[in-house]
């Protein structure tokens, strides 16, 4: 659905975002994640067509925008850090407003009707915005991103500032936005991005480190996987058994019937150590993924990397 290709963009001799690549599937919740200054927002910025790339293409559904700017925007909603309103309008008259300014051609009261009802500010459409928390000026900006029913949302940083229960508010309704649409979810919240996305992109001083699933990410960085197994047995019976399963690098004993287990991630291994710990008559008691968490991975990929890209 979006296609990124060979992106890059410089100011003066600063490259914010070097040469990246990477696409957004139709239906994904894609996590765009990276620390403050890594190149983010500038990507975000010409994905939607509002900056300019120096070099690269940026597809969205077979159009690219800077060949077919209105075509392609028309297929995005975008969210911006800061969500662009009119503070004394009220929320109805702002996204009747936003409609026409964007010139959707849907059946209008309708359109916004069921807008509204999406992201649940039906019980506020006559208030000025002005008066709204902080919450529910966020889901007025998502609603304003709605318009149109683009197959494409853009959503930068969304759940900056809100308090713990509009940021679970604000993950559930981009959950369920992920049904139906293509979401590129960006923020530099860990927590953020793998309570709610289906693949993870990290990016860091302007280029692409890692690209996974979210639950694989750490295996990815690592170049290995790792198991954790309970297993009943003699150490040495337990050991010599799984190391001559193909894939396995090393076994390590935690002690108390539990091993780690280091494999090339390129080799599924359970069914392997599976036969190999029965025909051992080693009951295997528990097995399960191990290895390091998304926070340490997160901070590996990271920490060495240049820190000269620009937000």
Same mark, same amino acid.
């Given at each position: 659905?979006?296609?990124?290709?060979?992106?890059?963009?410089?100011?003066?001799?600063?490259?914010?975002?070097?040469?990246?690549?990477?696409?957004?599937?139709?239906?994904?919740?894609?996590?765009?994640?990276?620390?403050?200054?890594?190149?983010?927002?500038?990507?975000?910025?010409?994905?939607?067509?509002?900056?300019?790339?120096?070099?690269?293409?940026?597809?969205?559904?077979?159009?690219?925008?800077?060949?077919?700017?209105?075509?392609?925007?028309?297929?995005?909603?975008?969210?911006?850090?800061?969500?662009?309103?009119?503070?004394?309008?009220?929320?109805?008259?702002?996204?009747?407003?936003?409609?026409?300014?964007?010139?959707?051609?849907?059946?209008?009261?309708?359109?916004?009707?069921?807008?509204?009802?999406?992201?649940?500010?039906?019980?506020?459409?006559?208030?000025?915005?002005?008066?709204?928390?902080?919450?529910?000026?966020?889901?007025?900006?998502?609603?304003?991103?709605?318009?149109?029913?683009?197959?494409?949302?853009?959503?930068?940083?969304?759940?900056?500032?809100?308090?713990?229960?509009?940021?679970?508010?604000?993950?559930?309704?981009?959950?369920?936005?992920?049904?139906?649409?293509?979401?590129?979810? +960006? !923020?530099? &919240?860990? $927590?953020?991005?793998?309570?709610?996305?289906?693949?993870?992109? @990290?990016? %860091?001083? #302007?280029?692409?480190?890692?690209?996974?699933?979210?639950?694989?990410?750490?295996?990815?960085?690592?170049?290995?996987?790792?198991?954790?197994?309970?297993?009943?047995?003699? +150490? !040495?019976? &337990?050991? $010599?058994?799984?190391?001559?399963?193909?894939?396995?690098?090393? @076994?390590? %004993?935690? #002690?108390?019937?539990?091993?780690?287990?280091?494999?090339?991630?390129?080799?599924?291994?359970?069914?392997?150590?599976?036969?190999?710990?029965?025909?051992?008559?080693?009951?295997?008691?528990?097995?399960?993924?191990?290895?390091?968490?998304?926070?340490?991975?997160?901070?590996?990929?990271?920490?060495?990397?240049?820190?000269?890209?620009?937000?």
């Amino acid at each position: 659905m979006v296609e990124v290709k060979n992106l890059t963009k410089t100011y003066g001799n600063i490259k914010a975002i070097d040469n990246i690549s990477f696409t957004a599937n139709s239906g994904e919740v894609l996590g765009f994640l990276g620390p403050n200054g890594a190149g983010k927002s500038t990507t975000m910025n010409i994905i939607t067509g509002y900056l300019s790339s120096t070099s690269g293409q940026v597809i969205v559904d077979g159009s690219e925008i800077l060949e077919s700017p209105k075509e392609t925007k028309a297929k995005i909603g975008y969210l911006p850090e800061i969500p662009p309103l009119y503070p004394d309008m009220t929320v109805k008259s702002y996204l009747e407003f936003m409609f026409d300014i964007k010139k959707v051609k849907l059946p209008k009261a309708a359109h916004i009707k069921e807008v509204m009802a999406v992201v649940q500010i039906t019980d506020v459409q006559n208030r000025l915005i002005k008066n709204l928390s902080k919450g529910y000026k966020q889901r007025v900006g998502f609603a304003q991103a709605l318009l149109g029913n683009p197959p494409v949302l853009i959503l930068d940083e969304p759940t900056v500032g809100l308090d713990p229960k509009q940021i679970i508010e604000i993950r559930n309704l981009i959950r369920g936005l992920g049904k139906k649409h293509t979401v590129i979810f +960006s !923020s530099h &919240v860990l $927590s953020e991005v793998s309570a709610i996305c289906d693949r993870i992109i @990290v990016i %860091s001083g #302007g280029k692409i480190v890692a690209d996974a699933k979210t639950d694989e990410l750490s295996t990815v960085l690592s170049g290995q996987g790792q198991l954790l197994l309970e297993v009943e047995g003699s +150490s !040495s019976a &337990v050991s $010599s058994a799984i190391n001559d399963v193909y894939g396995v690098k090393k @076994v390590n %004993s935690l #002690g108390n019937n539990r091993y780690a287990v280091d494999y090339d991630n390129t080799i599924d291994i359970r069914k392997g150590v599976f036969r190999a710990l029965a025909k051992a008559d080693c009951p295997i008691l528990e097995m399960k993924n191990g290895g390091m968490t998304l926070e340490e991975s997160f901070l590996h990929l990271t920490e060495n990397s240049n820190k000269g890209g620009k937000n």
